[in-house]
C-alpha cells in the first residue's frame, strides 16, 4: 500500500481502539505531544518492562536508576547543551512560520506552508531545551532547564552507583525516563515529538577496551530488536561518517527501521569517550575517577552508550506489525505483534448471551486477570466481528465458550496469525497462555 496511507491507517486505528490520543485533542490539540491510551500505555510499557530486564534483572554489570528531570544548570553547561544544542532557524516573510534551514524543500528556497519563494529570513540558532524557574522569583538566575536527555543524570551519579552497588570497571547504569525537546519541525505521529520517552545505558569501560564493548553492544542491541519480533529485512545499521559524528562521539551506529516515510534511527550505539565524566570532573571540580583496586591505576573510563527511543520504538512495532490480508473475500486488520508485548493477551467470548455461558466466560476472564493476564470480555455482535475486532488490536488468543463449555468444560482458543482452532480443558486456560508467554 502507498506509504502515507499506512501512517494513516497506523493514526487511525491507533485513535480507534485505544492506543494512542493527540494531547489535549479537545482544545484542538497540542502539536506534537501525544498520550496513550487504554492498549497504548500497556504495549509501550511492555516494551519498557522488556528493556529493564534484558539489561537489568538479567546482568549482574548493570545498575539501575531514575534521575530526576531537573538539574543544576551547570550540568547543562558542562555537556555542551546551552552552548551547542541548537538548530538553525529561518522564517517566511510572507506566512511567518519558521522551519529550520536544512530541510530539503527550505534549500530549495520554497516556503512548506504558503509555497513563497525566496521569502526565507537569514538563519538564526535556535535552542532546542525549554527552560523554566526554580522559586518563586523569574529572574536569569533561576533559570533551569528540562532535561533534553537522560543520559547526564546518570554521568553526574557514576561515582554514587559504583561506590554503593560495588560495580567494578566494566559496567553499566541504565534508565528509563522521560526527556523533551523544543523541535520546530516535529512530525510522522509519535516519530519525532517535543514530549518523549529514552532507554538508555551507559557503559563504562577501561580506555583501550572500547572498541571491543562497542562491537559487542551493537550485536546486543539489534539482535533484541530481532527478538521483538521485528522483521530482520526491515532492520539494518547505519554507521555515521566524519560529518555526523558528535563532537564527542569517536564511532556512533543508528539501528535503523524502515517506516513508511524511509530509513529512520529508533536506537543509537555512540562511543563517548571520556568526554562527559572528563568535562563534568572539570566544571564541578569533584573528582570522576575510577580507581582499580588490584593496580591502584586511576582512570577516567569511557563510556558506551545505547540510547533507544522508547516512542520511536513503539512506532517500530506498530509499523511492522500492520497487515491487511484477504480472507474469504474479506479483508482482516491484523496487527500482528509479539504476543509477550502485546497489550492484551487474551479475548474471552460466550458464543452466546445465555445458557450459563455469560457467567461461565466471566470466570475465566477472572482467572486470567487472577494470573495477571491481561485479558478482554466481548459478548457483542457476532462471533467473526468480535474476532475482528482483537485482530485489529493484536490479541494473539480468542477464548470462546460454547455449548461444549458447559458440558465438558472444554474451550476453544484461535490463534490470531494462523485462525487454528484447538480445544482445552477450562482448568488448563492459565497454564496454556503461560506456556506460549515462557
Request: proline share 5%; glycine share 8%; net charge negative.
Amino acid at each position: 500500500m502507498p506509504t502515507q496511507d499506512l501512517m494513516d491507517k497506523l493514526v487511525s486505528l491507533s485513535k480507534r481502539r485505544g492506543y494512542i490520543f493527540q494531547s489535549s485533542e479537545i482544545y484542538g490539540g497540542t502539536g506534537s505531544v501525544w498520550d496513550y491510551g487504554p492498549l497504548g500505555v500497556e504495549l509501550k510499557r511492555n516494551i519498557k518492562e522488556r528493556w529493564w530486564a534484558s539489561m537489568v534483572h538479567r546482568r549482574d554489570d548493570i545498575e539501575g536508576l531514575d534521575a530526576a528531570i531537573l538539574m543544576n544548570p551547570r550540568v547543562w553547561e558542562a555537556s555542551g547543551h546551552v552552548d551547542g544544542f541548537t538548530d538553525p532557524l529561518i522564517e517566511c516573510t510572507n506566512c511567518h512560520r519558521r522551519f529550520r534551514a536544512d530541510l530539503p524543500e527550505v534549500a530549495e528556497g520554497q516556503c512548506p506552508s504558503c509555497g513563497k519563494k525566496d521569502a526565507f529570513t537569514e538563519p538564526r540558532m535556535f535552542n532546542l531545551m525549554f527552560k523554566t524557574f526554580m522559586g518563586p522569583v523569574e529572574d536569569s538566575s533561576a533559570t533551569v532547564y528540562i532535561r533534553p536527555e537522560t543520559a547526564q543524570g546518570i554521568f553526574v551519579n557514576f561515582l554514587n552507583v559504583q561506590g554503593s552497588a560495588r560495580q567494578k570497571v566494566p559496567f553499566g547504569i541504565a534508565q528509563i525516563g522521560k526527556a523533551f525537546r523544543n523541535e520546530i519541525t516535529p512530525g510522522n505521529f509519535i516519530f519525532r515529538t517535543r514530549e518523549f520517552e529514552q532507554a538508555e545505558m551507559q557503559f563504562f569501560v577501561k580506555p583501550g577496551e572500547d572498541d571491543e564493548w562497542f562491537a559487542r553492544w551493537m550485536d546486543v542491541r539489534m539482535q533484541w530488536h530481532k527478538d521483538l519480533g521485528i522483521r530482520e529485512e526491515k532492520l539494518r545499521f547505519h554507521k555515521h561518517g566524519p560529518d555526523e559524528l558528535a563532537h564527542y562521539a569517536k564511532d556512533a551506529h543508528d539501528i535503523e527501521y524502515e517506516f513508511p516515510f524511509g530509513w529512520k534511527e529508533f536506537e543509537g550505539i555512540h562511543n563517548r569517550t571520556d568526554f562527559d565524566l572528563a568535562r563534568h570532573q572539570e566544571y564541578s571540580g569533584k573528582r570522576l575517577e575510577y580507581i582499580d583496586a588490584p593496580t591502584n591505576e586511576r582512570f577516567i573510563p569511557y563510556v558506551i552508550e545505547t540510547s533507544m527511543g522508547v516512542d520511536r520504538t513503539t512506532l517500530v512495532v506498530l509499523a511492522d506489525a500492520y497487515r491487511e490480508e484477504d480472507v474469504e473475500g474479506e479483508t482482516r486488520v491484523l496487527m500482528a505483534l509479539s504476543p509477550e508485548i502485546a497489550p492484551v493477551k487474551a479475548a474471552v467470548f460466550p458464543l452466546v448471551k445465555k445458557d450459563g455461558m455469560p457467567e461461565l466466560a466471566r470466570k475465566i476472564q477472572s482467572d486470567l486477570r487472577s494470573a495477571a493476564i491481561n485479558s478482554f470480555y466481548d459478548q457483542s455482535g457476532a462471533i467473526g466481528r468480535r474476532y475482528r475486532r482483537q485482530d485489529e488490536v493484536g490479541t494473539p488468543w480468542c477464548i470462546t465458550v460454547d455449548g461444549e463449555s458447559l458440558e465438558k468444560g472444554t474451550v476453544t482458543i484461535r490463534d490470531r496469525d494462523t485462525l487454528e482452532q484447538v480445544r482445552i480443558s477450562m482448568d488448563q486456560i492459565v497454564t496454556w497462555i503461560q506456556e506460549q508467554l515462557s
